[in-house]
T-cell receptor, first 109, second 117 residues
Framework: DAKTTQPTSMDCAEGRAANLPCNHS???????VYWYRQIHSQGPQYIIH???NNETNEMASLIITEDRKSSTLILPHATLRDTAVYYC??????????FGKGTRLHILP | NAGVTQTPKFQVLKTGQSMTLQCAQD?????MSWYRQDPGMGLRLIHY???????DQGEVPNGYNVSRSTTEDFPLRLLSAAPSQTSVYFC????????????????FGPGTRLTVL
């Protein structure tokens, strides 16, 4: 399984960039890294995914280290609405998609 | 598209009762899955399916049954509810690796909040 490790919680000031790290040292070469977030008690929402190269979309940027053992999700200008639990996950060969406990991100006004 | 729909939104059961949580998607996704989320915890995978007629166990399958007779529907059955099954249940769907689509984000339903007394 592509197990991931994330900090339990993080704080970020509103308007600053939020950088959320994830360790996925057991990920295999062809497995993508996905990021989701869960706001309050809603269903998780997809943010971004990547394999080797850095990725950017309208929500966030994803920086993956060259050895693929870790990645960082960047929210460039955090707002209060970005307060959520952020999950970093890998998709295994057998399609078993395992979520960890995620990082609880607090955006401070 | 309605996306992923789940019914009911809320349910209260007594210990020993049975019920089925419904999940449906209209995106022609091959992959569907069920997760449970306990207070303050992350999501734990219960069962998943990579296509009609194919199901497999996740992290916490005990006490739950699933079947996948159609692409659209993936019901989750509790045969004899226990208080330990009090949780929020999320259904999700995506394209499947078997379909040759390597990029596949999961779409989640709004959840079913189940209380077992």
């Amino acid at each position: 399984d592509a197990k991931t490790t994330q900090p339990t919680s993080m704080d970020c000031a509103e308007g600053r960039a939020a950088n959320l790290p994830c360790n996925h040292s057991t990920i295999s070469g062809n497995e993508y890294v996905y990021w989701y977030r869960q706001i309050h008690s809603q269903g998780p929402q997809y943010i971004i995914h990547g394999l080797k190269n850095n990725e950017t979309n309208e929500m966030a940027s994803l920086i993956i280290t060259e050895d693929r053992k870790s990645s960082t999700l960047i929210l460039p200008h955090a707002t209060l609405r970005d307060t959520a639990v952020y999950y970093c996950i890998g998709r295994n060969r057998d399609d078993k998609i395992i979520f960890g406990k995620g990082t609880r991100l607090h955006i401070l006004p | 598209n309605a996306g992923v729909t789940q019914t009911p939104k809320f349910q209260v059961l007594k210990t020993g009762q049975s019920m089925t949580l419904q999940c449906a998607q209209d995106m022609n996704h091959e992959y569907m899955s069920w997760y449970r989320q306990d207070p303050g915890m992350g999501l734990r995978l219960i069962h998943y399916s990579v296509g009609a007629g194919i199901t497999d166990q996740g992290e916490v399958p005990n006490g739950y049954n699933v079947s996948r007779s159609t692409t659209e529907d993936f019901p989750l059955r509790l045969l004899s509810a226990a208080p330990s099954q009090t949780s929020v249940y999320f259904c999700a769907s995506s394209y499947s690796r078997l379909a040759g689509t390597p990029i596949n984000e999961q779409f989640f339903g709004p959840g079913t909040r189940l209380t077992v007394l």
